[in-house]
Every structure is written in structure tokens, then in C-alpha cells.
């Protein structure tokens, strides 16, 4: 590994694109590349322990190893039961320095649980394939070689660091008061957050996230009188429960639409009777087409950019709900677990603008901003109105949250090198 690490050094050395980058960070370019083999490795290990959020098993497993990790780093390494929840836990990590505190933010679980038939790495080339490879075992591997090529160039010693893996990011637990309570301690206490969900690349382009949406749940249950399809729309029956839940509906499609807003419709059923499930994910219906339906239930989801964008388009939904069709009633409910939104500000662009001078001292492309519409939303949402953060600095891959699910094995490389830079220079500068 010595012969292996000097060479790779000599060639960064030798490297007129780094001209710019210090000795210490020409190092841990050099630590990464070398290093390159051992990730993968960690990375396959890491996919191949199923850790679906409801395998507290498998979360916990994959938390061990990211442990093993981290301890011989000189980090302080804790479990955060949260059986309360109705969860497994997260992974809280800190290494005290000098410098200003950057808080590392990843997941430990995948939507993937033990019943999916997709559970094994399977690496072609630099492309390889898994359950979670990308959201986000490979940005919690980003996060690992970061932090091993920053102890090799001595950088690690005074940074101050924490790090956060969440065991249900793709399923938080209840009430998420609790479940996120440690992620947003950790957010008020840092000077910079970095968060290690999948990079955003398009046409072998990098992009920087400085935005990323909300996401939260609604309800919709319409209500009529039922009878005899004869009398639809008479005085006495009105228009019964699905007209009404078609009529809101295609006013929510046609008077709601602004930019970086969507509102899906997930899920829907209606008939005499209608049920939902108590998770919201099944829906039951039956009925005959001479009899006028009695209720109908829709269920889906909102994203949005900013607080008050989402606190004007509810108002706007609650509005178009209570304009009722003859005889009908509606009650639109929202669900409290939601993830908040990463809304664009000074200090993300401040640290893109960072990141970019990371890139060009590295002889790396310079990252423009992504457009925060097409992605979705993460942990990051907690704490950005706390600290100025930056997000989508894991892997570059796709599909994710389906069978197939890939990323580039070479930007982990890259990913890894801008991550050890940037951390680096945010914890150590003095301002």
C-alpha cells in the first residue's frame, strides 16, 4: 500500500492541475486514488447487508460497520436507540478539533427490505448495481475515504467534525420530533453542513445542490348522499362522492401549478364504502353503477421550495376543498411527518462557491447549480435553517428506489477528493 500510495502522490505531484492545491491536499488526492480498491470493497459489504428501514437488524449491522470505520479515525462513536420510534437507530460520530465544526449528514437504510427480490452488488466496469448503492451506501463510502485520505495528510487531526447516519431516512419514525431531534442538535451546533446524497449529474456534467424540496402527505376524503343512480344530481342526491373528489382534484391540476411546486396524486378509490389503510398505502372499494357513491379517498403527496410557498399553496388546497358540489362534503387532512425544505440560500451558494474553488485547485470541472425542482427531499431539509449547507455530495448513479439501481464507480474518486478538500478547508479556516 506504501509503494502504491507514493506512486499515486508522485503523479499528483507531477499534475500541472494541481498547481493550486497544497501539499496536504495533493496528498489526499493521492490517498483516494490509492485507496480506490478498499472502497469498493467496503462498498459492496455495506450494499450486501440488507438494511430496509424496517430491518433494524440489517440498519444496526451496517452501522457496526460504518464503526469500524470511524473509531480508528479518533472518532467518539455513539448508537442512538430509537426503539421509540418504532425504528432502529442512528449513528452519531464526533472528532473534536481547533477548527470550525462541518457536520457530515448520510443514512444507514435503504428502501429495499428483506421480502425485495434485489439484495447483491454486482459491479461491471466502473458501473455496479445494488440495493441502496447510491441512496445511500455510496455516499456514506464518500464520506469513509474522505475522512481516511484527510488523516493521511494530517488534516483530520485538528478538524472538528460530526458526523450523522439516520437509520430511517427513507421511512422516518414517529412522532419526528424524536426521530430527528439528534440530526438538528447537530445542525444548530455546526459552523457547515455537507450532505452525502447521490450527486446530481447530468451529460457527464456535475451539479451543486443548493435546494432541495419539501415533502409531505395529504389526505383527501369526499363524502355524498347515496341512492339510486337515478337521482344523481337532483336536489335531494346532489353529485355524490366522486364528482366531488373529481372536481377538487382537476381544480388543484389546473389553479395550483407555480414553479418547484408538484402535488401528486398517489392513491385513489371510491364506492359505497371506500376505506384507506391505517399506513395510507391500500386503499378498498366497491359498489355497483346504478348507486350513487357515498365516499371516495384520495391520498398524495406535496413538494415544495420554501416555507411560505408551502404555506400559501395549503391555504390555497384547503380553499378549492371547500368549494363543495350540491350535497357533498370534503375534509382535506395533512400528514405531520414531513420533511422540510432545503430552501435556496446565501450560505448554500457560499459554500458551492467553495466547493468550486476546490475544484478548480484540483483540476476539476466547476459545478453549476442544480435545478432543486428535480430532486427530492433528505435529511438536509432539518437542518438548513439552522447552518449553511450543502447537498448531493455522495455518488453519481441512477434508479434509484428501484430494482437496478447503479452508480459510477469513478465518482467515487472524484466525490471522495472534493469532500476530503472541502471539509479540510472549512474546518480548519479561521474567520
Not at 59 to 76: S, T, Y
Amino acid at each position: 500500500m506504501r509503494l502504491i500510495l507514493a506512486a499515486a502522490l508522485s503523479l499528483a505531484l507531477a499534475s500541472p492541475a494541481l498547481a493550486q492545491a497544497s501539499d496536504a491536499e495533493r496528498s489526499m488526492m493521492a490517498t483516494v486514488e490509492a485507496e480506490h480498491a478498499r472502497h469498493v470493497e467496503l462498498l459492496e459489504r455495506l450494499v450486501n447487508q440488507n438494511s430496509g428501514t424496517l430491518n433494524a437488524e440489517g440498519v444496526r449491522a451496517v452501522a457496526d460497520m460504518v464503526r469500524q470505520e470511524l473509531e480508528p479515525l479518533g472518532f467518539q462513536v455513539r448508537w442512538v436507540d430509537m426503539a421509540q420510534t418504532g425504528r432502529a437507530g442512528h449513528l452519531v460520530a464526533t472528532h473534536e478539533g481547533s477548527g470550525r465544526n462541518v457536520l457530515l449528514i448520510g443514512h444507514l437504510d435503504t428502501v429495499f427490505e428483506t421480502d425485495s427480490p434485489f439484495q447483491s452488488f454486482v459491479r461491471d466496469g466502473a458501473r455496479a448495481t445494488g440495493p441502496g448503492i447510491g441512496d445511500d451506501k455510496g455516499g456514506v463510502v464518500v464520506i469513509i475515504a474522505a475522512l481516511r485520505a484527510m488523516q493521511a495528510a494530517g488534516t483530520l487531526q485538528a478538524a472538528d467534525v460530526t458526523v450523522v447516519l439516520t437509520g430511517d431516512e427513507e421511512r422516518p419514525g414517529s412522532p419526528l420530533e424524536t426521530a430527528r431531534r439528534d440530526l438538528v442538535e447537530a445542525g444548530r451546533a455546526a459552523d457547515f453542513a455537507l450532505e452525502f446524497e447521490n450527486l446530481a449529474a447530468e451529460d457527464g456534467r456535475d451539479y451543486g445542490t443548493v435546494a432541495r424540496r419539501s415533502s409531505s402527505t395529504w389526505t383527501l376524503t369526499t363524502s355524498g348522499r347515496t341512492g339510486h343512480s337515478s337521482g344523481v344530481f337532483n336536489e335531494h342526491l346532489g353529485y355524490g362522492a366522486i364528482y366531488e373528489m373529481a372536481r377538487i382534484l382537476d381544480d388543484f391540476r389546473r389553479e395550483l401549478p407555480e414553479p418547484n411546486l408538484t402535488y401528486n396524486v398517489g392513491v385513489i378509490a371510491g364506492g359505497t364504502p371506500a376505506a384507506i389503510d391505517e399506513a395510507g398505502f391500500r386503499v378498498t372499494a366497491s359498489g355497483k353503477t346504478n348507486i350513487v357513491p357515498e365516499t371516495a379517498i384520495a391520498r398524495g403527496d406535496l413538494r415544495t421550495l420554501t416555507p411560505e410557498q408551502d404555506a400559501r399553496v395549503r391555504a390555497r388546497m384547503a380553499a378549492i376543498v371547500a368549494e363543495h358540489l350540491p350535497r357533498t362534503e370534503a375534509e382535506l387532512e395533512f400528514s405531520p411527518v414531513a420533511y422540510p425544505p432545503m430552501a435556496p440560500s446565501d450560505g448554500a451558494r457560499d459554500l458551492l462557491a467553495r466547493l468550486n474553488a476546490v475544484n478548480r485547485d484540483l483540476g476539476l470541472p466547476e459545478m453549476a447549480e442544480y435545478d432543486p425542482a428535480r430532486r427530492g427531499a433528505a435529511d438536509s431539509g432539518f437542518v438548513a435553517a439552522d447552518v449553511p449547507t450543502l447537498a448531493g455530495l455522495g455518488v453519481a448513479g441512477g434508479g434509484a428506489h428501484a430494482e437496478g439501481e447503479w452508480i459510477d464507480l469513478n465518482s467515487l474518486v472524484r466525490q471522495s477528493q472534493r469532500a476530503a478538500v472541502l471539509i479540510s478547508r472549512l474546518s480548519l479556516r479561521a474567520e
